[in-house]
């Protein structure tokens, strides 16, 4: 990727005759757009026009800007899952306004199964997904060719439509047990036995403008070359014949980026913290309180249960499990967390931008990102350590750290343990996220600035990342009930991981 952003520093408008025009967007509520800007610059590299209408756009905005510019081809890319049902709306609009322009479909939430199962069904005109920017030039070219697109869109029809049959049988395939049956079955540690660790502090703690110097260290740095399409983890990469010496002149690069926003402060880095007494209710219900007396209920986290049958002896995990429930005695806490890198950002992104530096903008960002992520890791570490300290001993390398070699989880709303980006909204309000650090939700609840992390501590020793995979609607509707929301609302956002067709 390295040499297309090198080439499209030196290429002068007009130097060549174009391929073709092709519209970008990240759609409505989404931000994240780095694998977009770097696909727009591969794009641009082979002569393509490259509109870019950036993030958060409306369906209307990508539609009627697709036609007033008469564009070949429009390519749509999000990160959220609530992305994945905006890019099914742009699909059915695009179909209702009887249009015939190929929609390409990217970004990190996407697949090829979900665009032929979810998105193509709903678009007469080809929907092709791109896995990353390399392929990205040759299913454009194909689709812009008068003579390569007929035979391209049958191949991809074809493809799909066996995706779709494949996807079918194997939903068929899969079994399932009642909510009742999976709550039965649940992750029972012995509370009997078990005494949760007390926390030395509780409440809530803010690290605003916090040691970028520090966070540094904490950086893991293979997801920053996986960003730039290197696969390969850091630091083999560097030996690598495929990318050893690209990824050698990134990382120089980056670090000497680094050095710049370190020593002249040009991003800044906020977190807050909070840790509170709670029990789990209702199975899957976790009750966070106002005090240690746990009379006052400050709020109340609502998680979702694995439902598919397991084998005998594993339980069906919910992360409620993970906490002491009420009727035990026992007094348990939970951790809650948010935390940017990306104070600064836009700003420093329009001057590389003005400069015509697609490239440090391009890094800027996943610099930013990548502070994130290791702010998220060395608070965890502190909360670990000293704040809950039921971990005081611990003494782990930073790979030890990145291969989650220590006690506790710390799972994210919106994720696959977690599904349900709304309980966002319930962490971002007992902590104050937006007012003491500047992290705000977008309507899809994306976290802008985009390098931005939010978290769930949860400190039993038993407790484990896992997918809930699909649910069935009856624990979509327990849900509902027990969240007090809308079913309409409740399956927007469950939407990914229904196993059932909402018109049934």
Known sequence: LIPYIEEEKKRSPGSAQSAGKILMATVKGDVHDIGKNIVGVVLGCNNFDVIDLGVMVPTEKILDTAIKENVDVIGLSGLITPSLDEMVSVAKEMERRKMNIPLLIGGATTSRVHTAVKIAPNYSAPVVHVLDASRSVPVAAKLVSNEARGEFAASIREEYDKLREDHRKKQDMKEFVSIAEARKNRFNPGWEDYTPPVPNKTGVIEYINFSLETLRKYIDWTPFFQAWEMRGKYPEIFETAKYGTEAKKLFADANALLDRIVNEKLLQANGVVGIFPANTTNHDDVEVYTGEERHGILAEFHFLRQQAIKASGLPNLCLSDFVAPKESGKKDYIGLFAVTAGIGVDELVKQFEADHDDYSAIMVKALADRLAEAFAEYLHEVVRKELWGYAADEKLSNDELIGEKYSGIRPAPGYPGCPDHSEKITLFNLLGVS???????????????????????????????????????????????????????????LRPVLNYDESD
């Not at 896992?466 to 649910?471: C, N, Q, R, W």
């Open 435 to 493: 007012e003491r650090t500047g992290i705000n939700l977008t309507e899809n609840l994306a976290m802008y600035p985009t390098a931005a992390v939010c978290g769930i501590y949860f400190s039993h020793p038993g407790s484990k990342y896992f997918t809930t995979g699909k649910l069935n609607k009856d624990q979509v509707l327990d849900y509902h009930r027990r969240k007090g929301m809308s079913l309409e609302e409740i399956e927007k956002w």
